[in-house]
């Protein structure tokens, strides 16, 4: 069935309500024989008489005055629906702040559905220089790595997270292999900032005094991801931020043995800022795609 035009309907809808062309023309901001060419049409589209003469002026049929009810039922309907939308307030401008890790390696690859959703939303992604730094006065929102401990913060827990050592397969084939925990000492050992990771990974697998510090140490996770898929050593990786380099065979998980991180992944903002629509919004979206990807909750 073709659906008629907005514009024609509405320009029904006004004439039924105001009884003339010209004062529907007014409403509308049309002309006169603009509206008359849209209900014309109207009823081209429809096949039957909306419009009468009487006298020198023209009025509604019976059967047009029951069509116009329903139209205007319509349109009411359609009217709901915007003052809804609009009356949630999701939109505006909105900064988050995500560490640099899980803002590439998780945020960048689903970021595009929270748009969509949300069209009215001006989105903007900054990376702090501490994965903790909840300190950006330009941000309405973090996505920080810790304890937890932010006083005066609302604070929401995401996800925890689990390290585990992670490889290239080209690596895994060039050392023959690592049948036991200590073997990944063969490779060079990739570090984000420390060595706590490594340290607390090899102490649970019971190697015996391990040297773990001549790796190579970098300051950004990614950096970590890329010479791991590179070859260039074994890196501490957790199941977010490698989950997609993972499915796809760039890196491998040669051992399931994992540590549990004392930190995890928290929303942080300001009180004040904990309830606007925006951000209710975007946690909302960033939980169901935590859930969709298994990663469990706090």
Request: proline content about 5%; overall charge neutral.
């Amino acid at each position: 069935m073709r659906i008629p035009s907005t514009q024609a309907l509405r320009a029904l809808d006004s004439f039924a309500r105001h009884g003339s062309v010209w004062r529907a023309a007014d409403e509308l901001h049309l002309t006169r024989s603009a509206v008359s060419h849209q209900l014309r049409l109207l009823e081209r589209d429809l096949g039957f008489d909306l419009l009468e003469r009487i006298g020198k002026g023209v009025a509604l049929t019976p059967r047009g005055q029951r069509y116009a009810s329903d139209v205007r039922k319509a349109l009411t309907v359609l009217g709901d629906a915007v003052t809804r939308d609009a009356g949630t307030g999701v939109g505006g401008s909105f900064a988050v702040s995500c560490t640099p890790g899980f803002a590439s390696l998780f945020l960048c690859t689903h970021i595009g559905e929270f748009r969509q959703m949300y069209p009215d939303v001006a989105l903007r992604i900054l990376t702090p220089r501490r994965l903790d730094d909840v300190s950006n006065a330009d941000a309405d929102a973090f996505i920080a790595f810790g304890v937890g401990n932010w006083p005066n913060r609302a604070v929401e827990p995401l996800c925890e997270i689990s390290f585990t050592p992670l490889c290239s397969p080209t690596l895994l084939n060039k050392v023959g292999g690592f049948s036991r925990p200590s073997d990944v000492l063969r490779a060079n050992l990739l570090h984000l900032d420390d060595t706590e990771d490594w340290a607390r990974w090899l102490a649970l697998s019971k190697v015996e005094n391990p040297d773990i510090e001549g790796g190579i140490f970098f300051s950004d996770m990614n950096l970590v991801f890329s010479a791991a898929i590179a070859g260039q050593g074994i890196a501490m990786g957790d199941e977010l931020t490698s989950r997609r380099a993972l499915s796809e065979g760039r890196l491998v998980r040669p051992f399931d043995i994992a540590i549990k991180s004392p930190r995890s992944y928290f929303l942080v903002s300001e009180h004040a800022k904990a309830s606007h629509p925006v951000l209710e919004a975007f946690a909302g979206w960033l939980r169901s795609k935590l859930q969709e990807n298994r990663i469990l909750p706090y």
